[in-house]
C-alpha cells in the first residue's frame, strides 16, 4: 500500500543523478587509469614519460619533481601528465615538448622554471617552465613561473611552420621576465610561427614584457578572457622578418596596470611592425571589446590600422577583488563582469582505476 511513493522517491532520484551527470563538463569527468606513477625526486619524471605507451596517463604523487639536465623531455605522443588526485605536483626545471609528439596534455601541474639552462649562444638562461615545438599541445589548470628569469611558455614553429593547435586554457603565469629588460624577449606567453593556438581564460600577471607575444608572427590566434596585469605590454601581434600575424582575434580580455621598461611602453596593443616585414590586411587582426585600465602607454599604440584594428573596445577599472593578493575574480557589478574571465577555480580532475595506478609503477 505504501510502496508508490517509495518508487516515485527512487526514480526522482534517478533522474537527478542522470541530469548531473550530463551537465558536469567534459574537464570535471574521470581521466583515464593511470598507466604509470612516479614518485618526488631527481629524474623520476622523465623515467616515468619514458616508460609511458602512446596515449597513456602518467600520474605524480605529491612532491617536488627535479632533473640533473633540468629538462623534464616528453618523447611520446598522446600522453597526459597529472597529479593523483588531491596531490600537489611540484616540476621543477624546463618541460619540453620536441617536435613531433603531438596531442600532449599537462593539468594541474606546478611548474618553475627558475632553475633551469644558461644558453651560452644566446647569452640568458632557457628559464621558461614549458618549450613546446609540437602539435596540439594543451596546457589546462597550471601554475607557471620563474622567478622572473625567462618567458612562461614558448610555443614556436620557427623550425617547423605546421606547428599548430595549441591550447592555453585556465593557467596562473606569473613572475617571468625581467622586469628592468636586462634581457629582451622575455614574455609571459610567446607564440611563434605557428597556427590555431588558443589562449583563453589565464590570469597572466607580474612579467617583464608582453602578456602574449606573436613574434614574428602567427596564424589565427585567439587570444580571449584572459587578465593581462602588470606586463610590459598586453598583446603584441607583431610582423617581421617578411612575416606577419594575422586572422588574430583579441577578444574579451581585461589589459590592466602595465608598466614601461627598457623596451616596452606599456601599450594594451602593441602589434609591432618593422620595415621588412610582409603586411597584411591589418583588418585581420582584431582587437574588440577588450577592457584596459592603468596602461600608461594607453590601449593601443601607433600601430593601430597598420598591423591591426580595434572595435567596441573601452576604459574601466575592472575592480579586482584583491589585486594585491593576485586574486583577479571581479564581482558582479564590475565593468568586467561580462567579459566572461576565468574565476580561479580550476576544473576537477579525478582518475579512474586510482588503486591500480598506485600498485604499478
Not at 593539468?107 to 618553475?112: E, F, G, N, P, T
Not at 649562444?121 to 625567462?150: F, H, K, M, R, W
Not at 573601452?314 to 557589478?333: E, N, Q, W
Request: aromatic content about 8%.
Amino acid at each position: 500500500m505504501h510502496r508508490f511513493p517509495v518508487v516515485s522517491l527512487s526514480l526522482a532520484l534517478l533522474a537527478l543523478s542522470l541530469a548531473l551527470m550530463a551537465s558536469c563538463p567534459p574537464a570535471a569527468r574521470a581521466q583515464p587509469p593511470c598507466q604509470r606513477t612516479a614518485r618526488p625526486g631527481v629524474d623520476t619524471l622523465q623515467r616515468m614519460v619514458d616508460r609511458l605507451r602512446r596515449n597513456g596517463v602518467g600520474c605524480l604523487r605529491a612532491g617536488t619533481y627535479t632533473s640533473r639536465s633540468q629538462q623534464h623531455i616528453l618523447r611520446r605522443s598522446g600522453i597526459t601528465i597529472v597529479p593523483l588526485p588531491g596531490a600537489v605536483a611540484i616540476v621543477k626545471g624546463m618541460i619540453w615538448i620536441p617536435y613531433g609528439y603531438d596531442h600532449v596534455t599537462l593539468r594541474h601541474l606546478v611548474i618553475d622554471g627558475s632553475n633551469t639552462l644558461y644558453d651560452g649562444a644566446a647569452g640568458q638562461q632557457t628559464c621558461q617552465p614549458l618549450t613546446t615545438d609540437a602539435s596540439y599541445t594543451t596546457i589546462v589548470d597550471n601554475e607557471l613561473s620563474n622567478e622572473n628569469c625567462g618567458n612562461g611558455i614558448l610555443i614556436r614553429g620557427q623550425h617547423h611552420p605546421d606547428t599548430t593547435g595549441a591550447v592555453v586554457v585556465r593557467n596562473r603565469i606569473h613572475d617571468v621576465g625581467h622586469y628592468g629588460n636586462d634581457v629582451p624577449e622575455e614574455h609571459a606567453i610567446y607564440v611563434s610561427r605557428t597556427s590555431g593556438t588558443v589562449i583563453r581564460q589565464n590570469w597572466i600577471y607580474d612579467c617583464g614584457d608582453s602578456g602574449v607575444q606573436l613574434y614574428p608572427g602567427s596564424e589565427g590566434a585567439r587570444i580571449e578572457r584572459n587578465v593581462i596585469d602588470d606586463c610590459g605590454n598586453g598583446i603584441d601581434p607583431a610582423a617581421a622578418y617578411s612575416y606577419a600575424s594575422h586572422a588574430t582575434s583579441m577578444a574579451q580580455n581585461s589589459i590592466t596596470n602595465l608598466h614601461r621598461n627598457a623596451a616596452n611602453s606599456g601599450f594594451g596593443i602593441f602589434g609591432y611592425a618593422n620595415s621588412s616585414s610582409t603586411l597584411v590586411d591589418p583588418s585581420s587582426n582584431v582587437a574588440r571589446d577588450n577592457l584596459f585600465w592603468n596602461d600608461p602607454g594607453g590601449p593601443f599604440s601607433e600601430f593601430l590600422g597598420v598591423s591591426y584594428v580595434e572595435i567596441d573596445n573601452r576604459s574601466a577599472d575592472p575592480r579586482y577583488l584583491d589585486p594585491a593578493g593576485k586574486d583577479f575574480r571581479v564581482a558582479a557589478d564590475s565593468p568586467a563582469a561580462d567579459l566572461g574571465l576565468w574565476d580561479g577555480v580550476y576544473a576537477s580532475t579525478r582518475v579512474r582505476g586510482q588503486r591500480r595506478a598506485r600498485r604499478g609503477r
